[in-house]
């Protein structure tokens, strides 16, 4: 049972960060569609104004051969100004905003996957008496995200947030042998605990719990 819920704590963690890095899929999909829309829609009035929409959003008017002293000839040029602005606008938009929705991708999808977890290790809290008596010995690991940048001098700078998760089963096993020294009580053994579980006069429990998100630089 103890391996099991060391298995099922596990499991969560990574459920977790599987659902992170899929709700981040989603919100790509979804933000990458809204800019095939605006491209789309640059593309149309491309066409309809009779333009040329380069790959790099660039807008190209052709050369159109407007009659000399035609009264209508300006304003048609300004037309065609204010259709390519419309056009590059747009455009514009569609690859800032697709580059922008790359940039909180890629970065979220390497969160998750510098999401490093020491798996479960055993710990006895025998330097703090407090803490002995109340969980004895547990199971604890750590889930942290870090962070590297170049820092202003161009040395790196490490940023590491983490986070200690703790559980483990509150029991007696009933061994001979196995006894802790309990302060005004004197000598209990699990094997006397482990009759009163049994009787009903005690009871064994699950603890867990997880500290607050710590963030360490360097």
């Not at 040329?52 to 304003?75: F, H, I, K, S």
Request: with cysteine.
């Amino acid at each position: 049972m103890r391996r099991l819920r060391v298995l099922l704590d596990e499991m969560t963690i990574a459920y977790r960060e599987s659902r992170a890095a899929a709700l981040t899929l989603d919100a790509a999909h979804d933000g990458f569609r809204l800019a095939s829309t605006w491209l789309d829609e640059a593309e149309s009035m491309t066409k309809t104004a009779d333009l040329t929409l380069e790959d790099d959003g660039t807008v190209t008017v052709p050369d159109r051969d407007y009659p000399q002293n035609d009264p209508d000839a300006a304003g048609a040029a300004r037309a065609d100004q204010d259709n390519a602005e419309a056009v590059h606008t747009r455009a514009e938009a569609a690859l800032t905003y697709a580059a922008e929705v790359d940039f909180h991708v890629a970065n979220e999808l390497e969160r998750v996957r510098k999401a490093i977890q020491t798996g479960w290790q055993g710990f006895n809290a025998t330097s703090a008496p407090d803490w002995y008596h109340a969980v004895g010995a547990c199971h604890y690991n750590t889930v942290a995200q870090v962070e590297v940048v170049p820092g202003p001098d161009g040395e790196p700078q490490t940023k590491i947030k983490y986070q200690v998760h703790v559980a483990d089963r509150y029991n007696w096993d009933g061994s001979e042998g196995k006894s802790t020294e309990v302060p005004q009580l004197g000598v209990v053994t699990d094997k006397d605990m482990g009759k009163l579980h049994a009787a009903g006069l005690a009871k064994e429990f699950d603890m867990g719990g997880q500290s607050s998100v710590r963030t360490w630089e360097g």
